[in-house]
């Protein structure tokens, strides 16, 4: 038994560290999908335009990938609250957001990747960073450096979005617009002004994600299509717009997808996401820490 | 039979008649990949343009049902392996099973998909069905490949017969199946226009609360309109494999099947079912000749970009557009 006991330890740790990763990924998703009723299915595609970024940067420069997307920060962040805008104008404001603003993100979803596709091709690209190679040993458990890295950067990230969310009046007034957009009103706040700024920060989690996930597996364009299932899980089984629920359902889903995936084979981690939404959809559509 | 009916059969005749006078095999390959795509637009459109549920997954119904072509016929191919002897002779009358059979089958299949989809997700609001649709291709997609039986990811063979008796080559009667389907698909979505189920779709689409208040049952309609749309998508794909004559999963569950289906009714319009038609007819050429001349890349990214700017610009699609400008002249 000592063996698959090792094994398993082996596998929680490591589905604890992807659970991170995947914490970083959800977290814009948790911000529009969850607290702003915005289905941005096009966020995988930003993270994989983060990862590219950082991959330019990083063989052209040497820079790491991670400085790289904290410098870029501001640009998602304007790219957020200038596609919000087009969102709102064109399909908010008309009441026309389920069906045609589904469609619109699809679009961009599709863009985004094809024209990576055109620029780059299909080749997987990888950065180089000295963490990347290295493992820590405790025992019997790895811990490979290009695992803890961007797991303890999300968790980083993480902390500062929920204290912002929490602390600062702007955070707050995140929260309720999610509640009630119309009292917030009242209150004399623009709730436009909000969403965009909150959709501003959910498009700039995107670049640090993207950084994330280039240092972690090699990219090529369609890789985000796998992260959608994925991403919209955890943001369900976690409560819609509940950071905490969130950080919970990802290390949830990172730790038993990495159990089937050392019991099993890798292959079948995709229907584990999958199988997850299905079941919380179904049993508890308001997730762990939901409303 | 409806006029309607009678007409649409005749439109179809006809255009078969047309395309195989000059007798070249490419006008039929490329024409099978516009009229499949109306009647995946059209199928698509049955629930997403009338009673306002997106379905991302449309490469899945789709490629479930050529993958059930492809696991029957690797079944009748292997029928002495894999029954008991005194069984087989039966399952030697049955298969191998001629094309519209394997097309009702797919569409069964899909249309059980579809249901189950529907019957998990549907009673929560309209993001969570699209988001499911949209996570279900990637997990059917890894389902397949892994499913050796029907090839996995390194694809499989379906042997396409040279000639077809009486109708000439194999490619000329695939073509002719799928406008028979095609005109199923739109007799089907016109007439859903305009029964009851039309109105309960549409009544749905545009406050399912007060629909639901006046008692509309919404859950059992959408589910309804999620099966006759799987079904079509399924029926659509079943004799791809012998279109295509080498399936992969790539090829099956291919992005632009999800994107032209969305893509098509929404640059049509998505009111009726003449919206998803003209969309195809538009679309459809308009990738045929772009794939010949320019790429196959540049012509989603042509798609893509076409569906971004229709959707803020035309919410109606063309359609629309000319009922608009028809309005204003009538104004005048």
Same mark, same amino acid.
């Not at chain 2, 997700?121 to 609001?125: I, P």
């Given at each position: 038994m000592d063996v698959s006991l090792d094994l398993l330890i082996g596998a929680i740790v490591a589905g604890l560290l992807l659970g991170g990763f995947y914490a970083a990924v959800t977290a814009g998703i948790s911000i529009s999908f969850g607290m702003l009723d915005i289905v941005n299915i096009a966020h995988p595609g930003f993270i994989i335009l983060g990862s590219y970024i950082a991959y330019i940067i990083n063989i052209q420069f040497g820079v790491d990938p991670m400085i790289v997307s904290v410098v870029m920060l501001p640009v998602f962040y304007l790219l957020g609250t200038v596609i919000y805008q087009v969102y709102y104008l064109s399909f908010e404001k008309r009441g026309q957001e389920s069906l045609r603003g589904l469609a619109f993100f699809f679009g961009v979803l599709f863009v985004t990747e094809v024209v990576l596709l055109l620029a780059f091709g299909v080749d997987y690209r990888y950065v180089e960073a000295p963490y990347i190679g290295p493992s820590l040993h405790f025992g019997p458990i790895d811990l490979p450096l290009r695992m803890l890295v961007p797991c303890l950067a999300a968790l980083t990230m993480f902390t500062a979005l929920q204290i912002f969310i929490s602390r600062t009046f702007t955070g707050r007034a995140v929260l309720a617009v999610s509640q009630d957009q119309f009292a917030l009103q009242l209150m004399a706040v623009d709730p436009v002004r909000i969403k965009r700024i909150a959709f501003g920060i959910s498009i700039a989690t995107a670049s640090i994600a993207g950084a994330l996930l280039v240092i972690i597996q090699p990219v090529e364009p369609s890789v985000g299509r796998e992260y959608i299932g994925r991403v919209f899980a955890i943001c369900v089984l976690g409560g819609l717009g509940s950071l905490p629920g969130t950080l919970i359902a990802a290390m949830l889903l990172g730790v038993v997808e990495s159990i089937t995936a050392t019991f099993y084979g890798p292959s079948w981690a995709p229907a584990i996401a999958f199988g997850f939404l299905l079941l919380t959809l179904a049993f508890r559509p308001s997730g762990l820490l939901g409303r | 039979m409806a006029p309607f009916t009678l007409i649409a059969i005749a439109v179809a005749t006809a255009v078969f008649l047309v395309i195989r006078e000059p007798n070249i095999e490419y006008l039929f390959v490329a024409g099978y990949t516009i009229v499949q795509y109306i009647v995946l637009a059209t199928a698509w459109n049955i629930l997403g343009g009338y009673t306002g549920y997106v379905n991302f997954g449309s490469a899945a119904f789709f490629a479930m049902g050529a993958y059930s072509t492809v696991a029957l016929v690797t079944f009748g191919n292997e029928i002495d392996e894999l029954v008991p002897e005194s069984l087989a002779p039966i399952f030697h009358l049955i298969f191998p099973l001629s094309i519209p059979t394997l097309i009702v089958i797919g569409g069964v299949v899909s249309g059980i998909v579809g249901f189950g989809m529907g019957y998990l997700? @549907? /009673? @929560? /609001?309209g993001a969570f069905f699209a988001i499911a649709t949209l996570a279900m291709a990637v997990v059917l997609q890894t389902l397949v490949v892994n499913w050796e039986f029907v090839g996995g990811s390194g694809g499989a063979y379906i042997v396409r017969p040279g000639e077809f008796p009486g109708l000439g080559s194999y490619m000329q009667y695939l073509f002719a199946l799928m406008l028979a389907l095609a005109v199923l698909a739109i007799v089907t979505a016109r007439a859903i226009e305009r029964s009851r189920l039309g109105y309960g779709f549409a009544a749905i689409r545009d406050d399912e609360l007060a629909a639901e208040a006046s008692g509309v049952p919404t859950l059992r309609l959408k589910l309804v309109a999620t099966t006759i749309s799987g079904a079509l998508m399924g029926m659509a794909g079943a004799p791809f494999p012998y279109y295509i004559g080498y399936l992969q999963p790539q090829s099956a569950f291919g992005l632009e099947y999800a994107v032209n289906s969305i893509a098509m009714p929404m640059i049509g319009g998505t009111m009726s079912w003449v919206g998803p038609l003209v969309g195809t007819l538009l679309l459809g050429t308009l990738q045929q000749v772009a794939n010949v001349t320019i790429s196959s890349a540049v012509n989603l990214l042509l798609v893509g970009l076409l569906l971004i700017g229709f959707v803020i610009v035309?919410?109606?699609g063309i359609v629309g557009l000319v009922q608009d400008r028809l309005r204003a002249r009538r104004a005048k």
């Open positions: - | 997700t @549907l /009673r @929560l /609001r035309a919410p109606n």
